[in-house]
């Protein structure tokens, strides 16, 4: 299935971004563990952040001048806590490894 982006509300304080899809789910994207490594180091600023866009057809979010962009799915698929996708995850056993 591919989601659309209805809108956004990005939280350049918390570097978040709440993002509601056509279905009217309601997603938010917690993006500082990104901001750590490579090119994603260009958002830390929170003016920066804040300029984040809807992409091509509510298909992605985007920030034009840094040329960084991501797909609605993936975004969706991340960080939507579904009732089910909650159980699954109280129930398993994660192991990190360094």
Same mark, same amino acid.
């Given at each position: 299935m591919f989601y659309h982006i209805k809108t956004i509300k990005p939280d350049?304080?918390? /570097?978040? #971004?709440? #993002?509601? /899809?056509? $279905?009217?789910?309601? #997603?938010?994207? $917690?993006? *500082?563990? &990104? &901001?750590? *490594?490579?090119?994603?180091? &260009? &958002?830390?600023?929170?003016?920066?952040?804040? %300029?984040? %866009? #809807?992409g091509d057809k509510g298909r992605s979010i985007v920030w034009q001048k840094q040329e960084i962009d991501f797909c609605a799915d993936s975004l969706r698929l991340k960080f939507y806590q579904s009732p089910e996708k909650t159980e699954i995850m109280a129930n398993s056993v994660v192991t990190y490894t360094s």
């Open positions: 350049a304080n918390n /570097y978040s #971004i709440k #993002i509601t /899809y056509s $279905d009217h789910v309601v #997603i938010t994207a $917690d993006f *500082k563990a &990104l &901001l750590k *490594k490579g090119v994603m180091t &260009l &958002l830390k600023n929170p003016a920066v952040f804040g %300029q984040v %866009q #809807i």
